[in-house]
C-alpha cells in the first residue's frame, strides 16, 4: 500500500509556471507506475500524464502535450508534474495517482492540491 500527499498548487495568470510535487510513502515506490489526473469544477476526472516505474515511459493526455512534464524520483519516493504556459482551462484540482500495474485505473490516490488560473 501506498500513500500520496501533492503539494505545489496555487492561484496564478495565463502563461505562468507551477510545479506540482507527489509524496509517496512506503519503500515500494519504484514499484509503482504514476499519474496524473485532474477534476475540474462541474466535469468528470480526467488523465492529464503517467510515468512507468523506471520513468522511461511517459504519456500526456492531447491537451496538455508540450506544456506539461512528469517525472519521478524514485531515490526520493517522489512524482513531479512541471506545468508550464498554463491557462483557465488548466484550473482543476489535481490529484496524484499510483498503481503497480496500470495507470489507466489507479488504485490510490492522493487527496488532491487545487490549481487556479486567471485570465
Known amino acids: 500500500q501506498v500513500e500520496l500527499v501533492e503539494s505545489g498548487g496555487g492561484s496564478v495568470q495565463t502563461g505562468d509556471s507551477l510545479r506540482l510535487s507527489c509524496v509517496a510513502s512506503?519503500?515500494?515506490?519504484?514499484?509503482?507506475?504514476m499519474g496524473w489526473f485532474r477534476q475540474a469544477p462541474g466535469k468528470d476526472r480526467e488523465f492529464v500524464a503517467s510515468i512507468s516505474r523506471t520513468g522511461g515511459s511517459r504519456n500526456y493526455a492531447s491537451s496538455v502535450k508540450g506544456r506539461f512534464t512528469i517525472s519521478r524520483d524514485n531515490d526520493k519516493n517522489t512524482a513531479d508534474l512541471q506545468m508550464k504556459s498554463l491557462n483557465p482551462d488548466d484550473t482543476a484540482v489535481y490529484y496524484c495517482?499510483?498503481?503497480?500495474?496500470?495507470?489507466?485505473?489507479?488504485?490510490?490516490w492522493g487527496q488532491g492540491t487545487q490549481v487556479t488560473v486567471s485570465s
Open positions: 512506503g519503500r515500494t515506490f519504484s514499484t509503482y507506475a
Open positions: 495517482a499510483a498503481d503497480p500495474f496500470t495507470i489507466t485505473t489507479p488504485n490510490y
